[in-house]
Nanobody
């Protein structure tokens, strides 16, 4: 069965950096569409960035462009999210998600179309 396990969250000051990891296993297809979402208290879960394990284009929400970088290491079955120049408004629980249909989708699909989710890792940015 598919498992997604996030790690790397923590507490940092504004301007700091963190690297989140999502260790994945159990996929049916070799090409998997992966994403990072985040959810702050009282707000809806929003997509941050996407990538396909086969390569191809990456997507970033406007709020994180030029600050966050999504990448993958297929040998380790891991997707990363590098968070730089962090702001207090980046404070949220960050979730890894996957859609295992064998296609590399462009842009960000609605969160309801992701069938697999990790448990989340907390990122807290203080001013």
């Amino acid at each position: 069965r598919v498992q997604l396990v996030e790690s790397g969250g923590g507490s940092v000051q504004a301007g700091g950096s963190l690297r989140l990891s999502c260790a994945a296993s159990g996929f049916t297809y070799s090409n998997v569409y992966m994403a990072w979402f985040r959810q702050a208290p009282g707000r809806e879960r929003e997509g941050v960035a996407t990538i396909c394990t086969s390569g191809g284009s990456r997507y970033y929400d406007d709020s994180v462009k030029e600050r966050f970088t999504i990448s993958r290491d297929n040998a380790k079955n891991t997707v990363y999210l590098q968070l730089d120049s962090l702001k207090p408004e980046d404070t949220a629980m960050y979730y890894c998600a996957a859609r295992d249909d064998g296609y590399c989708h462009t842009g960000l699909l609605p969160r309801d179309l992701f069938g697999y989710w990790g448990q989340g890792t907390q990122v807290t940015v203080s001013s």
